[in-house]
């Protein structure tokens, strides 16, 4: 059916071939080392409901999260124990068997690909073919959205559906305003079907105001067509609403609900704060303008963009408020605007977040690069004796879509560590937003190297004690007593010998106290890196560490 969407945009042999290529490139980039980082502790979270999925069937297990997105990893974890069960990846399991950490994430790598053609349906429906190709490349290549592609998140999902659905819902407006006697309504509930199973990957149903608000504007218009009304709402919603109880069946279990309710109640929150540049923030949605600074996103936009990229949106900025940019820019201002007053005030932020507002920023940045490369060719139009225009408009966009797949190749495996010139380059890694950068990805290597150090049933304390255990058990040594590092108890408990494990990323004000200590008094006894950036330090408790803690934990 896509196929069809947007025929004159989808036209030609050549620009199909483009865009398979930029889905092979991206899926490439997505996939290549897809377990080279451990395991988060959400994923963690992910992974041990899928495995209940296995043993009970259909459970309640992280019911705080819809399960479509778990539902896929079901699937790919059991086609991967399929392929490892096989003569060949045995025969070869360095380099044919699938880790679990891949398989976990492979949905994410997958979908998250595939966005890369809906961002091209979606902006050759509002801007045409040029804009909309020059977005789906970037998207396929920036580092910031495959670092968020390559995470067992919810995130990745909902774009691709929150995406799919406009693909529809802008269809729907093309067919209704054509006045060629076609009829909108399959349109309507594909859009629906899409909405549905939006929803069923993440509960945020209000991103569906974005696409009503965007109809809205046109209603006042004369002679419009694109007109809704209460009862196509109504089957809209009913179709929507169809779709989601057939992904998220978990929903209709009283122990799901519970589940959702602790969690609106923070009672499933495990830490106090949040550290950005340095700085420690409490760190609930409720906690407002006093919580995470409202410019969180906008520093993220500044230093983890490439700075080409950076600079082509600020071009774009402004063009979403001329009227020559045509009626698609509504779309966009809506989005932009709808996203800005929904994620900037809450205190509770995280950089993921801003995966439902990358496309929008790539595409913004995409008219910059049009206008741009426009302006070029205007004024070389005289070296070109008239002809030959697109040659320093297609020159320009390939240099900004270059920079984005060099940032890219740059800091593989470890996309989310990439921080641009302006942010002060790899020497400033992980040193903005150290909890999502890092994400726990040097948690397996760190406690493999405790596993082959620590003595028979030593503790170590970290903030991620069942990660930890996860990966104790892993490497042979589940008789390690995992504890929390923020629990004055268990530390009391600590002996000579045993482990105490700082994760960059993992600093909250309830052991700010000790980690400055222990910065200031003990040299780690080891440390663990992602490529060339420290992850971790890894101390050994001697009698120096133990009255640290004492006279931290009183």
């Given at each position: ?168 819902w802008l269809r729907s ?276 190297e405790v596993a082959r150090r620590a ?100």
């Open positions: 059916m896509l196929g069809h969407l947007h025929p004159r945009a989808l036209r030609g042999t050549p620009l199909l071939l483009l865009l398979a290529a930029l889905l092979v490139v991206g899926l490439a980039f997505r996939a290549a080392s897809l377990g080279a980082e451990g395991l988060s502790e959400d994923e963690l979270n992910k992974l041990q409901a899928v495995e209940d999925y296995r043993a009970h069937g259909l459970t309640s297990a992280n019911g705080e999260h819809p399960m479509l997105m778990k539902g896929l990893q079901t699937a790919s974890l059991v086609a991967a124990d399929a392929w490892n069960a096989t003569a060949l990846a045995r025969e070869h399991p360095e380099s044919l068997r699938v880790s679990t950490e891949a398989a976990l994430r492979f949905p994410s790598a997958l979908f998250g690909a595939l966005t890369a053609l809906l961002i091209y349906l979606v902006a050759a429906e509002l801007f045409g073919a040029e804009v909309a190709l020059i977005a789906a490349a970037l998207w396929a290549i920036d580092p910031a959205a495959i670092g968020f592609n390559r995470i067992a998140k919810e995130d990745t999902f909902f774009v691709f559906f929150f995406l799919l659905a406009n693909v529809f407006q093309r067919v209704a305003e054509g006045g060629e006697g076609r009829s909108p309504w399959p349109f309507y509930l594909a859009t629906g079907a899409c909405f549905g199973a939006m929803v069923a990957s993440k509960y945020m149903p209000h991103f569906i105001a974005i696409s009503v608000c965007y109809n809205y504007v046109f209603q006042g218009l004369p002679n419009r067509r694109w007109r809704i009304g209460r009862p196509r709402y109504l089957v809209i919603l009913a179709c929507m609403g169809a779709v989601f109880l057939l992904c998220n069946p978990a929903i209709f279990l009283p122990d799901t609900w519970r589940a959702m309710l602790s969690f609106a109640s923070y009672k499933l929150v495990g830490h106090d704060s949040y550290e950005f540049m340095g700085g420690l923030y409490h760190h609930r949605f409720t906690d407002w303008l006093g919580g995470v600074p409202w410019y969180f996103y906008l520093v993220y936009t500044g230093v983890k963009l490439p700075p080409l990229t950076v600079a082509a949106f600020l071009i774009g900025l402004p063009q979403i408020f001329r009227r020559r940019t045509g009626d698609g820019r509504y779309f966009i201002l809506v989005w932009l605007l709808y996203w800005f007053l929904t994620f900037t005030f809450p205190g509770g932020k995280f950089t993921r977040y801003f995966t439902t507002a990358l496309p929008c920023v790539l595409i913004i940045a995409a008219l910059g690069v049009e206008v741009v490369g426009g302006e070029v060719a205007r004024r070389c139009g005289p070296v070109f004796n008239g002809g030959g225009r697109w040659y320093p408009r297609a020159a320009l966009a390939a240099a900004v879509i270059l920079a984005s797949a060099l940032a890219s190749a740059g800091a593989a495996p470890h996309y989310r560590l990439y921080t641009n010139a302006l942010g002060g380059g790899a020497a400033r890694a992980g040193d903005y937003f150290p909890h999502d950068d890092f994400y726990d990805a040097q948690v397996r290597d760190l406690v493999a003595r028979p049933g030593a503790r170590v304390a970290s903030e991620t004690p069942g990660l930890a255990a996860f990966y104790a058990q892993q490497s042979g040594r589940p008789d390690l007593r995992c504890v929390s590092l923020s629990d004055p108890a268990a530390l009391r408990e600590l002996e000579a010998g045993d482990f105490l494990v700082v994760a960059r990323g993992r600093r909250y004000l309830s052991n700010d106290a000790l980690i400055a200590r222990l910065n200031q008094t003990a040299a780690p006894a080891f440390s663990v890196a992602l490529g060339q950036t420290k992850a971790a330090d890894v101390y050994v408790v001697d009698d120096s560490i133990l009255r640290v803690i004492a006279d931290t934990t009183r």
